[in-house]
């Protein structure tokens, strides 16, 4: 008879994971080793052929035993994977995790705790709470004496006392996209609050992610008002007007750090001008929240704090594995929409009694511990490691930026804003530039992205490896040159 396959918990599980992390470490080794770049040569038809060949019988009737099939399985996973931490794997907002960070996820693995209620979850829901409690006063610190006023209007506080300062908050999120759907129902839930039955116009740069527009489509809210960017960055002139025609409650989701070019939108302006309009505001900074971690970038997002809510992405500029999103929201009474109520996990007497509601705080039921690895790489780098990384990958940026305005062949877009490089082959068609990009992946050579911009198509180096060179930066762009046709 077999024996019962071991468990990863308890005080059994260390023993048990010990040698199977000693094999998963070696097909990682190997399958790396045997890709030999950034990602897979030959394209998804030769992957997926190397992978069913791999593998063979996913589902065999009898087993092979958990050290063979990971050893089958992670080293086919590595062959074929697109590799952050190779220098020249730089298309997207894809980071290189923290190796901390992976270990500290392999933790919260191995313990599974589910946070959807506190006895599942009982340390796990207090990390989430200091974790949540700590990024929300990193975002919002001291309210400006110019915070956008309320969506609600107030009773007049004859009395004179200065009111109750609200208290920031944030949710754990899968990333930007949940961030962004989250705060889009935070906005239709205030509107209803304050004006039941008139919907809430969304507003959104034409740069903004695309996630907004399906939010709005998903919570059936009329079709968003797109304000131009004619320079990549939202048009506070075109947004005055828009705010002007528009009537009902309004939502305006401005954006910190674009996909496309890591452009930051002019908060400062947007927000005076939500305030003027009364209008409630978003700032998607999935991307460039990151830069708040470094005191020489975080000036950029001044004008964050006057949000009602901000999205923030720890998977980008933060170094963590998937999913490490946030949603942070400037008064933590408006998480109350989200209340929901089930006997099994949060019974009113269990939360009379002192014990954590934790399903208000997600429209997720089980959810994983995904603090844990943003605690413990806060713990181990502190304030100066993380800036330092911030300051590193946005250095590189700009030297990546430098080497391609001093090249006789390629044109700049414009100086970085964070750490997004656009170029292109001078005098290159669209079609060209996505011949040469795809080329670099056939070949597994190198990845980069693409993104048009004023009306043509640009070649995109998202720099996030903090462990990349200036001369990984010269490699790229003879690779980047060697397929240019002359």
């Not at 992976?102 to 919260?108: G, N, P, Q, R, S």
Request: aromatic content about 2%.
């Amino acid at each position: 008879m077999r024996s019962t396959p071991p468990l990863a918990g308890g005080t059994q599980g260390p023993d048990a994971l010990r040698p199977l992390l000693a094999t998963v470490l070696d097909a990682l080794h190997k399958g790396a080793a045997h890709r030999g770049g950034p990602l897979p040569a030959g394209g998804p038809e030769a992957v997926t052929a190397q992978l069913h060949h791999d593998v063979g019988e996913l589902l065999p009737t009898h087993g092979t035993g958990p050290e063979e099939a990971l050893r089958t399985l992670v080293t086919a996973l590595a062959e074929g994977a697109a590799d952050p931490a190779d220098p020249l794997c730089a298309a997207h907002l894809h980071c290189p995790p923290l190796a901390v960070a992976t270990a500290a996820d392999l933790a919260a693995s191995a313990l599974n705790p589910s946070m959807d209620s506190w006895d599942q979850a009982p340390a796990a829901s207090a990390l989430e709470a200091l974790v949540t409690t700590t990024l929300a006063h990193e975002i919002y610190g001291t309210y400006p004496a110019t915070s956008l006023a309320p969506t609600t209007t107030a009773t007049p506080n004859t009395a004179h006392t200065p009111p109750t300062p609200p208290t920031p908050d944030a949710l754990i999120t899968t990333g930007g996209t949940e961030a962004n759907q989250l705060a889009v129902l935070l906005a239709r839930e205030a509107a209803e609050a304050a004006a039941p039955g008139e919907p809430v116009h969304l507003l959104v740069g034409a740069n903004a992610h695309h996630s907004l527009t399906r939010a709005a489509w998903l919570l059936g809210l009329p079709e968003p008002v797109v304000v131009p960017a004619p320079a990549g960055t939202l048009d506070p002139a075109a947004l005055d007007e828009a705010l002007t025609e528009l009537p009902g409650p309004k939502l305006v989701a401005a954006t910190a750090g674009t996909t496309d070019a890591g452009l930051i939108d002019p908060l400062p302006e947007i927000a005076d001008l939500c305030e003027r309009h009364g209008a409630r505001l978003h700032i998607d900074a999935a991307y460039g929240g990151g830069a708040l971690f470094s005191p020489r970038e975080a000036p950029k997002l001044h004008g964050l704090a006057r949000a009602h809510t901000v999205a923030l992405d720890l998977h980008k500029l933060g170094w963590q594995p998937v999913a490490a999103g946030i949603l942070a929201v400037r008064d933590t009474t408006e998480t109350t929409a989200l209340t929901h109520q089930a006997d099994y996990l949060n019974a009113d007497d269990d939360t009379e009694a002192g014990l954590p509601d934790l399903l208000g705080r997600s429209l997720r039921t089980t959810r994983r511990p995904d603090v844990l690895k943003t605690a413990v790489t806060f713990k181990a780098l502190g304030r100066t490691g993380l800036a330092a990384l911030v300051d590193h990958v946005t250095a590189l940026a700009h030297h990546l930026a430098r080497l391609i305005d001093a090249h006789p062949h390629f044109e700049l877009y414009d100086t970085p804003t964070l750490t997004t490089v656009l170029f292109r082959p001078t005098g290159a068609t669209d079609d060209t530039i996505a011949a040469i990009r795809r080329a670099l992946l056939a070949e597994g050579r190198a990845v980069l992205g693409r993104a048009p911009m004023d009306g043509k198509l640009h070649l995109k180096a998202t720099l996030l490896n903090p462990h990349a060179t200036p001369e990984d930066l010269t490699a790229l762009l003879e690779l980047v040159e060697g397929h240019t046709p002359r």
